[in-house]
């Protein structure tokens, strides 16, 4: 009975030390400071989210997981890696719609739950006007960890919108300002990045800053598309328009790819054009006979229409798809149509496959979400998702149609996902960023979003690289957007002549390289 009694008094104050002086979690190796001990997340769903992502192709069990409830824990946590001998990775976690793992810290590190600090948070959206200002009137300060659909809606509610906006709008404001932030509106916009005033960020260091293009420029721009690896954005300042209601959504069909692209690359440009009549989105996809017209990203077609168009992929095998929109509200709804009319004068798209929606300004940027619950309810939303996005110069397109398009992609015939594919003017892209883009003054960005089976996703992988080595042999200057690579050199070759700056940065901001390890930048094993 001593013995039991020995043990009993041993263990408590095992116990008591633990409680008092730091914690460690049974599944966790790191020695956590009291004051930040119970912001640790454990519980089964959590885990599960932090070891995985929108991808479902890496699976990765953190050390620990931790649930701000304020800035002072994320400068906390950051200043108390940089404190130990040997630091621990720290990755923010926006909503891990990533698709390699870049989101993730590895075992040995911790992954910031931003979707739970959202929510212990509450609200996380400001909107304000400022008069006489030379950066525009009106802005909106949104933490990095709102959704971009919960910005839409609380500036909707002053008839305000940012301009600049992704496809589908669940995803973090930092996670895409990490990236770009790209869709039909950045060729006349630019990305979301070209859209931020100012930005709070806490360094690697554990430095809480607050930048700007005109203080602390150099971080500032790091930050924008810079893969996490200098900071966590805690506030973004947003430029705000006022919000138009409704918008006209066309599609035109074409069965020549030049014609496609000319048109495309004709209606980003203000070329003989009046400028005041321009569009606000535009987009392209892939129509291929292996699906049905419409695709989880949007529903478009007249069913009506259905048995025509496929008879024309039957014929063509590939069609292309040109997706254009103009907003307008209630003193421009008598005009619109004709401006259109304009603006679609000598288009080539085949005659008679025009069609048209109309649609308020909310259902149009909110369309993706749709075709997601639809997914998520047949189980469909979380399969594996071995994607493609590069980013190409308008010289090589023509080429990568033929090369790409009509041979890999129809050689292989497993293409089930949505394929993008549209330009985007450089000029509306600051070279200060850290985020690489070709070096031509017009540039596409094609995106093929494949879902797969868990069996089958390798079969994409092989295709994916069958692409990037097809660009390789023939010297086209790619860029992929939201990059993955394993080796030092790939991203030497990715930055070009950013990579020595890039890497200045990080030894700067961020110098025990601790944040946002996923990306494999300079943390190869982690
Ligand atoms: P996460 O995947 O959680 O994180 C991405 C990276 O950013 C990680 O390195 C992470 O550590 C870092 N990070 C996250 N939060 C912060 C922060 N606050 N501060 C600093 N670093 C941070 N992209 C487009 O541009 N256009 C699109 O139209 C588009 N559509 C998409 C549709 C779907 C269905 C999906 C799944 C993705 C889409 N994306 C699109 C890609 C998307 O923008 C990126 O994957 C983005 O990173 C996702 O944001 P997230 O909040 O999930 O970031």
Redesign the pocket.
């Known amino acids: 009975p001593f013995q039991k009694y020995f043990i009993v008094i041993i263990i408590s104050i095992i116990h008591l030390i633990t409680s008092t002086i730091g914690k460690t979690k049974p599944w966790t190796n790191i020695l956590l400071p009291p004051k930040l001990s119970d912001r640790f997340l454990d519980d089964p769903e959590s885990i599960k989210l932090a070891s995985s ?2 991808g479902n192709l890496v699976q990765e069990i953190p050390a620990a997981i931790f649930n701000p409830s304020s800035i002072n824990d994320i400068v906390s946590l950051i200043k108390f890696s940089n404190s130990s001998s040997i630091p621990f990775n720290i ?8 698709t390699c793992g ?2 993730m810290a590895g075992i040995n590190g911790v992954v910031i739950n ?1 979707a739970s600090y959202r929510k212990s948070k509450g609200a996380g959206i400001e909107v304000s006007s400022i008069v006489d200002s030379s950066i525009g009137k009106f802005y909106a300060d949104v933490g ?2 709102q959704l971009w659909i919960d910005v839409l809606h609380a500036t909707l509610e002053h008839g305000l919108t940012p301009v600049s906006w ?3 709008l669940y ?2 404001v ?3 300002l ?6 039909g509106q950045t060729f006349r916009y630019g990305p979301q990045i070209s859209n931020v005033y100012e930005m709070d960020v806490v360094t690697g260091k554990g430095d809480f800053v607050t930048c700007s293009s005109g203080k602390n420029s150099e971080l500032f721009f790091a930050v924008l598309g810079g ?2 690896q200098f ?4 506030r973004a300042r947003i430029g705000l328009e006022p919000a138009p209601k409704r918008v006209k959504w066309v599609r035109m069909l074409y069965n020549d790819f030049s014609a496609f692209a000319k048109d495309q690359e004709y209606l980003i440009s203000n070329n003989g054009r009046n400028p005041s009549n321009t569009l606000n989105y535009l987009e392209g996809l892939l129509l291929m006979h292996q699906g049905p017209p419409d695709n989880w990203r949007s529903s478009f077609f007249p069913l009506s229409d259905h048995s025509r168009i496929i008879s024309l992929l039957t014929k063509h095998s590939i069609i292309y798809c040109l997706e254009v929109v103009k907003y307008y509200d209630d003193h421009t709804q008598n005009t619109v149509n004709e401006e259109l009319k304009v603006l679609f004068q000598g288009l080539s798209y085949i005659p008679g496959l025009i069609f048209e929606k109309n649609v308020s300004y909310l259902q149009f940027l909110n369309r ?1 979400r749709s075709g997601e619950l639809k997914l998520q309810s047949q189980g469909l939303w979380d399969v594996p998702h071995p994607w493609l996005n590069l980013f190409l110069p308008k010289s090589c397109i023509l080429d990568f149609d033929s090369s790409v398009f009509k041979e890999i992609i129809l050689k292989r015939n497993i293409t089930t996902g949505p394929v993008l594919i549209y330009p985007m003017n450089r000029s509306k892209w600051d070279d200060k960023m850290s985020v690489v883009i070709p070096d031509e003054d017009v540039f596409y960005t094609v995106a093929f979003l494949h879902s797969s089976g868990f069996d089958d996703w390798e079969a994409f992988d092989i295709q994916n690289r069958e692409i990037l080595q097809f660009c390789e042999i023939a010297g086209i200057q790619f860029k992929q957007y ?1 990059p993955h690579y394993k080796r030092q050199q790939d991203w030497e070759k990715h930055f070009g002549k950013k990579w020595r700056s890039f890497k200045e940065k990080k030894s700067k901001f961020d110098p025990r390289n601790i944040l ?1 390890p ?2 494999r930048i300079f943390n190869h094993n982690y």
């Open positions: 992502d929108y990755a923010a976690r926006g909503q891990g719609h990533s870049q989101a931003m990095g960890e992704t496809d589908y995803l973090t930092g996670g895409t990490s990236n770009a932030g790209i869709s893969l996490g900071g966590i954005i805690t993706v939201l946002s996923g990306q």
